[in-house]
Every structure is written in structure tokens, then in C-alpha cells.
């Protein structure tokens, strides 16, 4: 195990995406610290693991896209390796996606985004409503239709967290469990942090990972700090008795009353049914009205829900950035990088952020993936940088 006097990189973060960034340091040979009072937790533990770069597709987004995708191809081999490397199953299922629609006037989304997806060179197929139950019988006899995706899976994100912590710790990675109060700036360059218990680590460079915290870090310059905002996601979880199994066999999800919801079935038996979008700032207080929503809008879905008991309500705060695409790179202070910001698509992203920055760590060159989603593009000293 490293020592933490002089380690080569500081991750000020200890979420996926913290973790994926320190693992691959490490196994490129850099002494790496994470500090974190609680390793794997953050909003991992509220996620769905929806990998669904086709059925998440969203307009002015098409750059967004292309990351998406090839996080998506990567992830096979990443869930062996992590696998591997851990000794820990992530719940990875190739299981498919179906996104349906509920009346007329969703149907008629469903098929703009199903002429997106064409348009972008996704693979997706148009079902009937009857098509539609048949894949999934469990589904209300009111679906007018669905888009079905092979290529959108899922995993488990306690499950890769967990995994994630194992395998850093195998690869020598060292644990901080205590929170940053302060970068430290010396020279016009980042050169650690101050922590909460009062030690100070200098490091040779400083990846802020902090999620939806990664805007308050204290000591950052102002045009330096991230424009990340949290946006609230309340989440249930519900266990399918053996007697309903198998309930789902694959995600599905629809637009409800201008509201996304989906239903995610675990091997396990755990059935996650999500998400609110609430900006709220940091509340993450679980309400009735979101219970409620999630519950009316998924059993207008899916009808035999109610039959199922509810063993968990969460609320969790997603990274957002005002383009809604990750931070990835150095900033405008020297020392200093950013993996954050990444949304919705945290889990999603995890094994491309970790390649990436890995890569700019070791080498000092950001690869050219991540080149559209530099921090400097929300610089007010930006400078034009080659893609």
C-alpha cells in the first residue's frame, strides 16, 4: 500500500466516478489517495444503472451521444475486468430495454425519438402495442406502442461501487475516510488539499470527483470552481416474490404525463422504479408527492406493481451542468482536474472517465473523446483548445 505523504494524484471524491478515476490511475502506475468519509456511497446508491445511451437520447445532444455510446461498448469488457479484479459480481445484464408508450399523444413522441435515433444511426425497433405485451405481459392493456433496444442494459451501481472500492484497494490505492475542507494553491498551482480532520496531503495533481458537492470546494478559484448544481432524483425500490417472478425481463420505461419513469428488474429480485427530476438544491428529503408519482405513474405502467411490496424509498442528488454533459480535464489552474457534472449518465460514463482520465494523469494529454467536454468550455478565460 502507498503511503499518503507524496502521492502522485489527490481525488477529492470517493463516488463511481472517484473510484473508476483511481483504479485506472493506479493500474498505470500512479500512487493515488482518494479522500472520502464514505467510500462507494453518494448518489450511486440512489441509481437506477440504466446503461441506456439509445433510449436516453435527448435533442442538442448529439455530441453527448457519440460519449455515450462508446462508454456503452466499453463496458463488457470493463464489467470483466472490474470482475476480475474485485472478485465481486456488478450486476451486469445484456437484457435489452423497452420504452412504451401510454396514449396518443406519447405514441407520437415515442415515434420522433425512435426518427432521432434513425437519424443518429441507432439501432432501435417500432412494436405495436400487442408486440409490446407480448415481449412483456405484465404491461397495461392501454400501450399503444414501444421502441424496443437491444443494446441498452443495465447494471447494479451498489454492486459496482462496492466492487469499485475492492478493486482500488487491491491495486493499492490509498483511503482518506475524511472530507476535504480546502485546496491548496501554491504558485499558481494546485498542490493538495486540507482535510477535515486536519491533515494536509500535497499531491502532484488534484481531480475534483465530488458529484453534485464539486461546486464547493473551498480554495478553488472562482473561474476555476465547476457550474455544477444538484438535481434531485427520488428513487423506490421493490422486492418481486417468488410467486410474481419473472415479473419484468427487461428495463422498461415511458413518458407519463410529461413525467419519465422506469421500472428496472434485478436478477435479484429487486424491482427499482425511478425517477423524479427536482431542483431543489440540496434537499433530499423522500416526500409522499414523489412516492406517489412514482407509484401512479408506474402502475398506469405496469398495473400488478401494487401487489409487490415497497422496501426502500431514496432520494438522491444527480451532478448536473448547465449543458447537462460531463466536466472532463484540466482546469485553468494548473495541477487541477474535473470528473464531474456527468448527470444522469454517471453510471453510464463510468468506464469511459476512468480510461480518460487515467490517460490525462499519466500522460498529460486528454484523449480526444473528451476533448468536447473540457472544463474550459465554461471558462470565462477560455481559450480555444484543438479537437
Known amino acids: 500500500m502507498h503511503t499518503d505523504r507524496s502521492p502522485d494524484v489527490l481525488i477529492v471524491g470517493g463516488g463511481i466516478i472517484g473510484l473508476v478515476t483511481a483504479w485506472r490511475s493506479a493500474q498505470r502506475g500512479l500512487r493515488t489517495i482518494v479522500v472520502d468519509p464514505e467510500p462507494g456511497g453518494g448518489a450511486a446508491q440512489v441509481a437506477a444503472g440504466m446503461l441506456a445511451a439509445v433510449t436516453e437520447l435527448h435533442y442538442g445532444e448529439q455530441m453527448l451521444l457519440g460519449l455515450n455510446l462508446e462508454s456503452a461498448r466499453r463496458y463488457p469488457a470493463f464489467a470483466a475486468e472490474l470482475t476480475e479484479a474485485s472478485g465481486q459480481e456488478l450486476g451486469y445484464r445484456t437484457c435489452g430495454t423497452l420504452a412504451v408508450a401510454l396514449d396518443a399523444d406519447d405514441r407520437a413522441h415515442l415515434r420522433e425519438l425512435h426518427a432521432l435515433q434513425q437519424r443518429s444511426g441507432l439501432e432501435s425497433e417500432w412494436l405495436t402495442g400487442r408486440e409490446c405485451r407480448r415481449l412483456e405481459p405484465m404491461l397495461a392493456p392501454g400501450v399503444r406502442g414501444g421502441l424496443r433496444v437491444e443494446g441498452d442494459h443495465q447494471v447494479d451501481p451498489r454492486r459496482l461501487a462496492k466492487a469499485l472500492v475492492t478493486a482500488c484497494e487491491r491495486a493499492g490505492v490509498g483511503f482518506r475516510r475524511s472530507r476535504v475542507e480546502r485546496l ?28 453534485s458537492l464539486s461546486g464547493r470546494l473551498a480554495g478553488v478559484p472562482g473561474d476555476v470552481l465547476p457550474p455544477v448544481r444538484p438535481v434531485k432524483g427520488q428513487v423506490l425500490r421493490l422486492t418481486v416474490p417468488g410467486a410474481y417472478a419473472p415479473f419484468l425481463s427487461r428495463t422498461v420505461r415511458a413518458v407519463v404525463r410529461g413525467s419519465d419513469v422506469y421500472l428496472v428488474p434485478r436478477e435479484n429480485g429487486e424491482l427499482v422504479i425511478g425517477a423524479t427530476s427536482e431542483e431543489l438544491g440540496w434537499d433530499t428529503t423522500v416526500t409522499a408527492g414523489g412516492v406517489y408519482q412514482l407509484l401512479r405513474d408506474a402502475h398506469e405502467l405496469v398495473p400488478g406493481i401494487t401487489e409487490l411490496p415497497l422496501t426502500e424509498t431514496r432520494a ?10 460531463p466536466l472532463l480535464g484540466p482546469t485553468a489552474l494548473p495541477g487541477l ?7 444522469r449518465n454517471g453510471v453510464l460514463l463510468t468506464p469511459v472517465t476512468g480510461d480518460v482520465m487515467a490517460e490525462l494523469l499519466a500522460t498529460g494529454d486528454l484523449p480526444a473523446e473528451a476533448r468536447p467536454f473540457s472544463p474550459l468550455r465554461f471558462s470565462p478565460l477560455r481559450q480555444e483548445q484543438p479537437v
Open 337 to 343: 482536474h474535473l470528473a464531474t457534472g456527468h448527470h
Open 316 to 325: 438522491g442528488l444527480r451532478p448536473a451542468s448547465p449543458d447537462n454533459a
Open 184 to 211: 491548496r494553491v501554491s504558485d499558481d498551482r494546485a498542490t493538495g488539499a486540507e482535510l477535515e480532520d486536519g491533515a494536509v496531503l500535497g499531491a502532484g495533481q488534484v481531480v475534483v470527483a465530488a458529484g
